[in-house]
Every structure is written in structure tokens, then in C-alpha cells.
């Protein structure tokens, strides 16, 4: 399975804070935003990335992520020129995915929970269709909305509505097989100018082949595109980190935790940079 990460938007929610840089690579407590659904990735055991930006922003992201050799991931670039909506993303990664099944995750949407390894991870074994997962929101006219029937089938997608026919939320991680691509290209633009996901995922589920899978209670969802949001998923972390001990949704632990990259390896890496905090935290994981 591949897996892409979408961070092209323009951050314009949190101007001024992003004119000189993308808000996904915008500290989430001690590490750049894009640690986080790249984390999300490596546990569901993807290893081959690709990360779709802006133009602007391109060098930023290689200077922040290089090939992934570090975590024991393969990390490719893509440009999107025009912001043309997420299901664009499949368009522009066409030739990434080839016969490959995806997952794309939202730059800015950071997931914690107990059980969200072992769901990711299912999803990612799914052999055909589609995989979204939803959450109940207390404001879900801000999101894509799934109404289920009485068995909880999901039954209609509608983005953004007035009047929504749930509370239940579709977050930004989604799992495709190989037709994803040739399925973005027949979408129309929305009224806003975009391929819209909602719109996408509404063709698999009108092939009865979309799986709507529910988020626990226990699972925490962040859409850090806010100046709140941001600041609360800092606070998450670090209260998180502080009171388990330990860091959790860090590439460098994940790429060992899956045996992406062996204990030396991850030594060497360690020592090519400045032993912080961050770094000291990893060590200190690690022994």
C-alpha cells in the first residue's frame, strides 16, 4: 500500500502565522506538524510516501523530511500548482499509486488513541473499495457528514451541510484500492472550485463499496487548521507525552516499534543531530 499525505493548502486560517512557511510544517509542540500523519502512515505499516505540496513550500518540505531514509520510508514530492480540492490528490499521484491500494491523510488532522494502531492497520489490509473513518463531532456542519441507517450502513455523504442528517463526522484519513484515480478524474468541481472528497467517496459508496468504520470514544481527533486547534494539539502532546512518559506519534519510535529501521540505524541518526530535548526523550525511549 502507498500512502500521501496532502499538505498544498495555503494555511489561510492561520495567517500571519503561515506567510513564511506551510502551516503543516507549523510546530505541534516539539516537532513539525507533518510528524504526525506521517506517523499515522508508518503505523499502518505504509513505508512508500509521497507528500503533495505547494510549490513555495517544496524545499521546506525535503529539507524537513529528506528521502525518509531516517525512519525507514521511502519519501517522494509532488506539487499541486492550483488548489484544486483533496480528491486532486489522486489525480496528481496517479502514477504513485499505479496498481497499488492508498491511504491519504490530511496534513493538518492528527488521531490518537488505544486502538488506533490496530484500525488503521485493518484498514490497510483491505483488499478492494474503500475505507473512511468517521467520529461523532459536536459541530459536524463544519465536516463531510455520514448518516447511517438502523444497522449503521452509511447511506448518504453530504459536505459541509445546513441542516446535517448525523453528528457523525468523516476525518481526514481515507483508504482506496487502485481505481481511486480514475475515479477522481470524473468528478466535477464543487460550487467552491473543488474536487471535493465527499464527492469522491459518495461514487464508492453509490458501488456499495465504501466501509465507514467509527472511530471509539477513546480516540482523540485534532483538525489543527485553527489558531486554538493549534494550540490545543500542542497541550495535547505535551500532556500526553508527560503523563505516559514517553513519546507517542514520533516517527523515530514508530520506525523502530515496526522494524523499519534497526536500533544502530537509529543511533546514527540520533547522533547527526543536536542532542535536545527531543532528541534526549528518543534516547531515553530507546534504552
Not at 503561515?18 to 503543516?24: E, V
Not at 508508518?42 to 529528506?66: K, P, S, V
Not at 502514477?95 to 484498514?123: H, K, M, W
Request: contains cysteine; negative net charge.
Amino acid at each position: 500500500m502507498k500512502g500521501i499525505i496532502l499538505a498544498a493548502g495555503k494555511g489561510t486560517r492561520l495567517s500571519p502565522a503561515t506567510l513564511p512557511i506551510s502551516k503543516i510544517l507549523l510546530p505541534i509542540y516539539d516537532r513539525p506538524m507533518v510528524y504526525y500523519p506521517l506517523s499515522m502512515l508508518m503505523m499502518a505499516g505504509i513505508r512508500d510516501i509521497l507528500i503533495i505540496t505547494n510549490e513555495t513550500d517544496l524545499d521546506n518540505f525535503r529539507r524537513t523530511l529528506g528521502d525518509g531514509s531516517q525512519f525507514g520510508v521511502s519519501i517522494q514530492y509532488a506539487v499541486q500548482y492550483v488548489q484544486r480540492g483533496i480528491s486532486d490528490a489522486f489525480i496528481i499521484a496517479e502514477d504513485f499509486i499505479g496498481d497499488d491500494r492508498v491511504c491519504l491523510i490530511l496534513g493538518d488532522n492528527i488521531f490518537y488513541g488505544p486502538s488506533i494502531a490496530e484500525q488503521i492497520s485493518a484498514a490497510a489490509r483491505s483488499q478492494s473499495g474503500a475505507t473512511v473513518f468517521g467520529i461523532r463531532v459536536p459541530d459536524p456542519e463544519r465536516f463531510g457528514v455520514v448518516e447511517f441507517d438502523k444497522d449503521m450502513r452509511a447511506i448518504s455523504l453530504e459536505e459541509k451541510p445546513k441542516h446535517p442528517r448525523s453528528d457523525y463526522a468523516v476525518v481526514g484519513i481515507y483508504f482506496y484500492d487502485s481505481k481511486v484515480s480514475a475515479l477522481a478524474k470524473t468528478l466535477k468541481p464543487s460550487a467552491r472550485g473543488e474536487l471535493e472528497i465527499t464527492d469522491l467517496n459518495r461514487l464508492y459508496l453509490d458501488r456499495d463499496e465504501l466501509e465507514v468504520r467509527l472511530f471509539d470514544e477513546d480516540t482523540e481527533w485534532i483538525d489543527a487548521g485553527t489558531f486554538d486547534s493549534l494550540l490545543s494539539s500542542s497541550e495535547f502532546i505535551s500532556d500526553k507525552e508527560k503523563g505516559l512518559g514517553r513519546k507517542i506519534l514520533c516517527p523515530e519510535i514508530i520506525a523502530l516499534e515496526e522494524g523499519f529501521v534497526t536500533k544502530e540505524r537509529m543511533e546514527s541518526w540520533l547522533d547527526s543531530n543536536k542532542d535536545n530535548e527531543y532528541f534526549s526523550k528518543i534516547r531515553e525511549q530507546m534504552s
